[in-house]
C-alpha cells in the first residue's frame, strides 16, 4: 500500500509538469508489478502499434525512491518488423512475409493432366510499408522478393521440349517407376498491395493488389527409375513469359494470414506451350 501511494506521488509529480508527461492512447495491455521494494507499471501496444512496450519503474534504495522510465519496441515475433514513426505523423515498418501454398492450373488442355497437390508455391518478401496518419486502419505496401512456383503433371505423362522448341507431352520409358514431371518458375516479385484494418484494436486486416513477377528462370524437369538406376533431365529456355502479373488477396489475423492469388495470364508464351492458368491459395505470414 506504501509503495502504491508512493507512486500515484510521483506519477501525479511527473504530470504537473507538462513536459515530462507520458501520455499514450488506446493502450492494449497494462501491468502492475508489485515486489518488496520494486514496483514497475508495463504498457504494452498502443492504437495500431502492437509491438510499443513503455516501462515506469520505482525502487526504493536507501530509503529513497528511484525512478526509471524507458520505451523500446518489442521485435520477439515471427519474421522480422522494424518501424519508425515519420516527420509526418504517418507509420513506417520493414516487414519479413513468408507464403506456401498450393496452385491449381486452370484453362489446362484436355490432353495435360496438371495435378493441384503437384502444384505449389512458395514466396519470401520483404515488404516497405506505410499508414498515414489521418487514416490509421489503412496500410499501403511496396515489396520485393523472390516466388518460385512449380506445376506437376500426373504419373503417366511428362513434359518434353520439341524440335520446333515448343512444350509437349512425352511418354516415360518403358517400365519407369517413381516418374515425375513439372514445369518450374522463378521470379523477382514486386508486391503492391493496399491493407484495411477493422478496427483501432482489431488483429483483423484484408489485404489486396497485383503482384508484378518478373520471371528470371524456367525450365522443365523429368526424373524416373528403370531398376536400381534413377534418371532426371532438365530443359531451359522454355519459352515462359518474362513479365506476369498476379491478383493476390490475403485475410490475417494475429500475425498469420490465408491468401488466394489468380494470375490471367498463361505461364507459356501463346506459341510456346499448352496455355494454362494459375489459381493458388496458401498460408501467409
Request: charged share 20%.
Amino acid at each position: 500500500m506504501f509503495l502504491a501511494i508512493a507512486l500515484l506521488a510521483v506519477v501525479a509529480a511527473q504530470a504537473s509538469n507538462e513536459n515530462d508527461t507520458t501520455l499514450i492512447n488506446n493502450a492494449h495491455k497494462v501491468m502492475i508489478i508489485t515486489g518488496d521494494s520494486l514496483q514497475t507499471i508495463k504498457v504494452m501496444g498502443k492504437e495500431d502499434d502492437t509491438k510499443y512496450v513503455y516501462e515506469n519503474s520505482i525502487q526504493l534504495v536507501d530509503s529513497n525512491y528511484v525512478s526509471e522510465t524507458r520505451t523500446y519496441r518489442d521485435l520477439k515475433s515471427i519474421g522480422w518488423d522494424i518501424g519508425r514513426k515519420n516527420k509526418n505523423g504517418s507509420h513506417s515498418n520493414i516487414t519479413l512475409n513468408f507464403g506456401l501454398g498450393i496452385s491449381t492450373p486452370t484453362n489446362v488442355p484436355e490432353q495435360f493432366s496438371l495435378r493441384p497437390f503437384k502444384s505449389w508455391e512458395g514466396m519470401i518478401w520483404l515488404q516497405l510499408n506505410n499508414t498515414p496518419k489521418r487514416h490509421k486502419l489503412q496500410t499501403y505496401s511496396v515489396g520485393l522478393g523472390l516466388t518460385f512456383r512449380k506445376y506437376g503433371l500426373r504419373d503417366g505423362q511428362m513434359f518434353q521440349k520439341g524440335a520446333d522448341g515448343t512444350i509437349q507431352l512425352g511418354d516415360f520409358p518403358e517400365g519407369a517407376a517413381d516418374r515425375y514431371s513439372n514445369i518450374t518458375i522463378t521470379s523477382l516479385s514486386v508486391p503492391l498491395f493496399f491493407t484495411h484494418k477493422f478496427g483501432a484494436k482489431s488483429h483483423y486486416k484484408l489485404t489486396l493488389g497485383p503482384v508484378v513477377n518478373f520471371n528470371i528462370g524456367g525450365s522443365v524437369n523429368n526424373g524416373y527409375e528403370i531398376g536400381d538406376d534413377e534418371y532426371s533431365s532438365t530443359t531451359r529456355s522454355i519459352g515462359y513469359r518474362p513479365v506476369t502479373i498476379d491478383f493476390m488477396g490475403i485475410l490475417r489475423a494475429y500475425g498469420f494470414g490465408f491468401y488466394f492469388k489468380y494470375s490471367p495470364q498463361s505461364v507459356l508464351k501463346s506459341n510456346r506451350g499448352p496455355q494454362f492458368h494459375a489459381l493458388s491459395f496458401g498460408l501467409f505470414f
